[in-house]
């Protein structure tokens, strides 16, 4: 008897549990609108991620699905004008959900994206974009173009990715593979790690507590500067031939230089020759290749 309660109640347990989830299904919803080709695509999100792909015509397709919690507090927002196309998040309480937006656009297409904590994620699409996000992480893959990212916190990932990128942290890693570009990249409190990338103009890689690392695919024709406070950094030129002229800065009592070419000629530098700098120019004066690590090591690899 004992037995028969015990099943009966997991079998109440379970019908509940399914009625429960066939609920909370049903109160998803979901907007798909088709928009002609603008130049400017501009979303303002508060914690919707949002992915983009490229559009197989020249319309704009949107899809915004969503479950909120109190479903009348949210309006997801769609104006057009001749020349642009604006996305909003519009809450008029405070509340609590999910947002997921897939826009498809066409490219070319200007993108500016504003978010306070959603992520933001674009694949095999060539345009001007622009993310600026409080929390949110930004992916991007197989694209190209005039790309800036700003976050706050969150992390930034690039893959197969061309174009002139800026990309800047104040606590979020940056990982960068397989991309010629022109880079200007920078984090407060995260790693940089940059592998298989060529450059296309002179370039910066700059961190104040974590690491650097920058793996080229061929001798950069362009200045380069990787700089890091308390972490190290690591220049890796994959079997490339080795040129320029190099400027290599450690802290003088706390950093080692590693390259596979002597330095033979050290100075001192900073308040207090707090600075030990080692200097030398290999086959030609160009490149100027400048890293600096204020309590770590740096290594250059053949």
């Known amino acids: 008897m004992k037995k028969a309660i015990i099943v009966g109640l997991m079998l109440c347990f379970i019908a509940i549990s399914c009625k429960t989830v066939e609920t909370q299904e049903k109160k998803f919803s979901e907007i798909t609108k088709t928009f002609s080709k603008k130049d400017v695509v501009n979303m303002n999100f508060?914690?919707?991620?949002?992915?983009?792909?490229?559009?197989?015509?020249?319309?704009?397709?949107?899809?915004?699905?969503?479950?909120?919690?109190?479903?009348?507090?949210?309006?997801?927002?769609m104006n057009e004008s001749d020349n642009s196309l604006t996305l909003t998040e519009l809450f008029k309480v405070s509340t609590s959900g999910e947002i997921k937006w897939k826009i498809s656009i066409p490219a070319g297409t200007k993108i500016n994206f504003n978010s306070a904590s959603g992520d933001f994620k674009l694949n095999d699409l060539s345009a001007e974009i622009v993310v600026n996000t409080a929390s949110g992480d930004a992916v991007i893959e197989n694209s190209g173009g005039n790309i800036k990212i700003n976050t706050a916190s969150g992390d930034i990932k690039l893959l197969n990715t061309d174009g002139n990128l800026k990309f800047s942290t104040a606590s979020g890693d940056i990982v960068i593979n397989n991309s010629k570009s022109s880079?200007?990249?920078?984090?407060?409190?995260?790693?940089i790690k940059a592998s298989n990338v060529a450059l296309t103009d002179k370039s910066s890689f700059n961190t104040a507590s974590g690491d650097v690392g920058v793996g080229l695919t061929s001798s950069p024709d362009y200045?380069?500067?990787?700089?890091?406070?308390?972490?190290?950094?690591?220049?890796?030129?994959?079997?490339?031939?080795?040129?320029?002229?190099?400027?290599?800065?450690?802290?003088?009592?706390?950093?080692?230089?590693?390259?596979?070419?002597?330095?033979?000629?050290?100075?001192?530098?900073?308040?207090?020759?707090?600075?030990?700098?080692?200097?030398?120019?290999?086959?030609?004066e160009t490149p100027i290749i400048k890293i600096s690590s204020a309590s770590g090591d740096i290594t250059v690899n053949k």
């Not at 500067?225 to 490339?240: E, F, H, K, P, R």
């Not at 070419?261 to 030609?284: A, R, W």
């Open 46 to 77: 508060v914690s919707g991620d949002c992915k983009i792909i490229k559009s197989e015509s020249d319309n704009i397709n949107v899809t915004v699905s969503y479950r909120i919690k109190d479903e009348n507090s949210f309006e997801p927002q």
């Open 183 to 191: 880079f200007k990249i920078s984090t407060a409190s995260g790693d």
């Open 223 to 284: 200045d380069i500067s990787i700089n890091t406070a308390s972490g190290d950094a690591i220049l890796n030129y994959n079997g490339n031939p080795i040129s320029g002229h190099f400027e290599l800065t450690v802290g003088r009592n706390s950093g080692d230089i590693v390259a596979p070419f002597k330095l033979d000629n050290e100075t001192e530098t900073g308040n207090n020759h707090s600075k030990k700098v080692k200097k030398i120019t290999i086959y030609k």
